[in-house]
């Protein structure tokens, strides 16, 4: 028994993805209650929770609404 082999042309095209940057011109305003709430929900640990907050305050890409907008991460997070 011999095994026989057909060619089968492929045509290939390259595709390009465009793959969002998530860049933002104005940060995302939230309540601290919020971000904490959201961040807790894929959190394990409080001390994951409160290194991931700090990030995202420091970070620019967050900003506070409401009673805490104006205070400093250092004094939330600290």
Known sequence: MSL?????PIDH??????I???TVDE???V???ELIEAVSEVSN??????????????SGRIRLSGNFRD???????G
């Open 4 to 8: 026989t082999s057909i060619e089968i």
């Open 13 to 18: 095209r390259p595709a390009i993805h465009e």
């Open 20 to 22: 969002p940057t998530g």
């Open 27 to 29: 940060p995302q305003p």
């Open 31 to 33: 309540t601290l209650l």
């Open 45 to 58: 640990t409080e001390q994951e929770v409160l290194a991931t907050v700090t990030y995202m305050l420091n």
């Open 71 to 77: 205070t400093p991460v250092e004094k939330l997070c």
